[in-house]
């Protein structure tokens, strides 16, 4: 196995993830992603509230090779149910992605997203980071544990090697950096996750089987040995968050999430006639049922959220339903019988474990495209053997997937700004003097109002306690600023400048000189303009989302004191929006 070497860039204003080292994957193991809304290390890019059909600023996302040698650049794209709401510019920049095929070493790409709402209500949506091989993890006959296959290599590769009992039922981490799996030894049944690379096996619960992991990364939902129902098992808390269901009516089996965390499909094993196998929906709280497709079992919820696969008992094979749909058939085994179906990334394709029955019951590993096309088994690439197997599951698309969410209001509802991004002095900076300079961006505002500033500083102990109260800034600067006297006087050397041009003896240095005296005045003149005195704030361009720079003064201050300290915009019409709250200390 490949050593597994991680390296990074910290960014200013940028957020930077690493991508995880698989075993046998020709990845790229030296790349950041960092995007350009703090915090630091969330992964996430919050867009705020637009009115739909408003645009909203655009955010960058730059990938960089950290390593030594040059990188297939891996493949970008949109996935989630709020895709429609987001563009993706491939070609943003100076050095756009959508131009690369590799990055050399220490080589940069950029690309932009922004929000366009569609509908109203909250849109998710992720930009999925690819790479260059994807994995199907399943139960290995061979080895009793689980295993990975290779798609693009066709080799497999063991992650678990139970020194008894038996591993089946693996799902990823969205991450792509874990998988869980149940384990049955001696009759009892325990939930584990493990590192993809088979090490950090850690025990999560016990009495259930056949767990899902959340797209938020967050929850495991698994099968309830101990009522019949479904339990979810909460990995922040470390325990189990939510019980549903339960034995009375029926077993509850094979639950997967939605792609947008809401929901739950399972199998319900009913004690009612004439359909005790039914595919049911349900919100992750439990409540609101909705019957999807009678006899039928191991359902799987589609990437993008509209359709569900699952094994027809009607046919023994696999069958698609649109939500609200009726199912169409996808496979016709005969006399075998195909089961466990999951989808690839980009639902082109499904895999799925195919079991018949001769003198000796086999399982083997089978794909097939979603338009009913190529159906094969897979192979290993050495002798060409059928792969056995059972209870496949697909990776996902991505090492590193960027989540954006925003909100989308109604088309006459006012649009709130873009919350402030604060520049200096950095979080947690200490060592500084009685008087501060606090520098930040301004927000934009879909709707083209004019912001008001608020600051909210004081004293840590103190922050945002009833002592505490903000402080008006000033209004968002307009495109044309006032004439000044330093604008005056640029204009005046802008004259002296040309005249000067005109003194020289001959036309060569006249020319050279004016030139000369043209780029200084106008650089004056143009400085000049921002200009102000006072206490009112200073502007200046800048910004890597196009934003003019504040700066506002502060002092004295005690020394050796903890401050903290917040900007807000405000439009005035009810739209406000904040930026995160920062430390530093005297």
Known sequence: MMPCKFSSILLV??????????????????TTVTDSIAPTDDLSLPFGAFAIGKKSPEHRITLTNTGNTSLPLPPLTLTGPG????????????????????????????????????????????????????????HDPATSG??????????????????????????????????????????????Y?????????????????????????????????????????????????AVIGSSVSGEWNNPHWSPDNQKLVFHHASINIPFPHDIFTI????????????????????????????????????????????????????????????????????????????????????????????????????????????????SPSTQTAVTLTGTALASSANSPPS?????????????????????WLTSSDPDGDTLTYALLFCETAQFQSDDCQPTLIAKTQQSTPPFSGMRFAGTGMLIVGFLYGLNRNT????????????????????????GSGGSSPNFSAGGEQGGTEIAQNTGPLKPNTSYQWQITADDGKGGKASSLIWRFTT
């Open 83 to 138: 895709t429609n709401a987001f563009r993706l510019n491939l070609n943003a920049g100076t050095a756009p992605c959508g131009s690369f095929t590799n990055l050399s070493a220490g080589e940069s790409c950029t690309i932009t997203l922004s929000f366009i709402p569609d509908m109203t209500g909250i849109r998710t949506a992720f930009l999925n980071i690819g790479t260059s091989e994807e994995q199907i993890a399943f």
């Open 193 to 241: 996750r493990v590192n993809v690379d088979g090490t950090g096996e850690t025990f999560v619960t016990h009495k259930a089987t056949e767990p899902d992991w959340a797209p938020d990364a967050q929850k495991i939902v698994m099968r309830d040995l101990q009522f019949g129902g479904l339990k979810i098992y909460d990995l922040s808390l470390n325990q189990i968050s």
């Open 419 to 439: 919350a402030p991004q604060l520049l200096s002095p950095t979080n947690g900076q200490t060592g500084l003097g009685t008087s501060v300079t606090l520098k």
């Open 283 to 394: 919100n992750a709280d439990g409540s609101r049922s909705q019957l999807i497709a009678n006899n039928g079992k191991t359902p799987t919820w589609s990437p993008a959220g509209q359709k569900i696969a699952f094994h027809n008992l009607s046919t023994q094979g696999i069958s698609l339903i649109d939500i609200g749909g009726t199912p169409t058939l996808l496979t016709n085994p005969g006399s075998a019988e195909d089961t466990f179906p999951t989808w690839s990334p980009d639902e082109a394709r499904l895999v799925f474990q195919r079991t018949t029955s001769t003198s000796l019951v086999k399982n083997e590993l089978m794909i097939i495209g979603t338009n009913g096309s190529s159906e094969s088994p897979l192979t290993l690439a050495s002798n060409g053997e059928k792969v056995s197997g059972k209870t496949p599951s697909w």
């Open 146 to 191: 689980i295993s990975l296959f290779s798609l693009t290599s066709k080799v497999v590769t063991p992650v678990t090697l139970p020194a008894s009992g038996v591993d089946d039922f693996p799902t990823w981490s969205p991450g792509r950096g874990q998988i869980a799996f149940h384990r049955q030894i001696n009759g009892f049944n325990y939930i």
């Open 507 to 530: 036309h060569q240095k006249i020319k050279t000189r004016r030139s000369l005296f043209f780029i200084f005045t106008a650089f004056f003149f143009i400085s000049a303009c921002g």
């Open 13 to 30: 204003g940028a957020i930077s993830a690493w991508f995880l080292c698989m075993p046998n994957q020709g990845i790229a193991r030296e």
